[in-house]
T-cell receptor, first 116, second 114 residues
Framework: DTGVSQDPRHKITKRGQNVTFRCDPISEHNRLYWYRQTLGQGPEFLTYFQNEAQLEKSRLLSDRFSAERPKGSFSTLEIQRTEQGDSAMYLC??????????????FGSGTRLTVV | AQSVTQLGSHVSVSEGALVLLRCNYSSSVPPYLFWYVQYPNQGLQLLLKYTSAATLVKGINGFEAEFKKSETSFHLTKPSAHMSDAAEYFCAVSGPGGAQKLVFGQGTRLTINP
């Protein structure tokens, strides 16, 4: 297993377009998380899945954002009608347990979104 | 609600010198505390974590941190800096037990001078 994979690594899109990012977690991890990191800031929690169930969503996740994890494997994060304020690094992480247990989170390298 | 404040967005030390990165937390429940490191164009990697066992926690790459409840602090130290330690460091807090969400500080960029 090569860790958590995110695709694409970089995405440039025009304002108003829709974008979709993919995250492939470590295969045996049942928990998957999305975070957003803007320049000069720490990551901010967006949403969390346990298997295919989306169990928590941040208020940061507006109606334009939707995340899915069909079959409890890979996950997608879609942003509709992108705005310049959506420009950020989108990080995915997976784990076997809560962050405090075991090995904690394993993060992917992120998808950097630039909205022009 | 939980929050983390990292004092100093940028710290610069000489190679071989002590590294001290400061983190103060706020939490209404007993916290679990973490330090992560992020190298350029990479994801975050866990350095160490405090989960209510020993207050002095040792992590990877020679780093350690001490939980001080009276000071609500969890500062990260390394006795002797190495050039490879140059990176962004993030302190984070979560609630106890099965809490899933991490709340991160804004990060401290560590620069090592030769």
């Amino acid at each position: 297993d090569t860790g958590v994979s995110q695709d694409p690594r970089h995405k440039i899109t025009k304002r108003g377009q829709n974008v979709t990012f993919r995250c492939d977690p470590i295969s045996e991890h049942n928990r998957l998380y999305w975070y957003r990191q803007t320049l000069g800031q720490g990551p901010e929690f967006l949403t969390y899945f346990q298997n295919e169930a989306q169990l928590e969503k941040s208020r940061l996740l507006s109606d334009r954002f939707s995340a899915e994890r069909p079959k409890g494997s890979f996950s997608t994060l879609e942003i509709q009608r992108t705005e310049q304020g959506d420009s950020a690094m989108y990080l995915c992480a997976s784990s076997l347990s809560s962050p405090a247990g075991g090995e904690g989170y394993t993060f992917g390298s992120g998808t950097r979104l630039t909205v022009v | 609600a939980q929050s983390v404040t990292q004092l100093g967005s940028h710290v610069s030390v000489s190679e071989g010198a002590l590294v001290l990165l400061r983190c103060n937390y706020s939490s209404s429940v007993p916290p679990y505390l973490f330090w992560y490191v992020q190298y350029p164009n990479q994801g975050l990697q866990l350095l160490l974590k405090y989960t209510s066992a020993a207050t002095l926690v040792k992590g990877i790459n020679g780093f350690e941190a001490e939980f001080k409840k009276s000071e609500t602090s969890f500062h990260l130290t390394k006795p002797s800096a190495h050039m490879s330690d140059a990176a962004e460091y993030f302190c984070a807090v979560s609630g106890p037990g099965g809490a899933q969400k991490l709340v991160f500080g804004q990060g401290t960029r560590l620069t090592i001078n030769p």
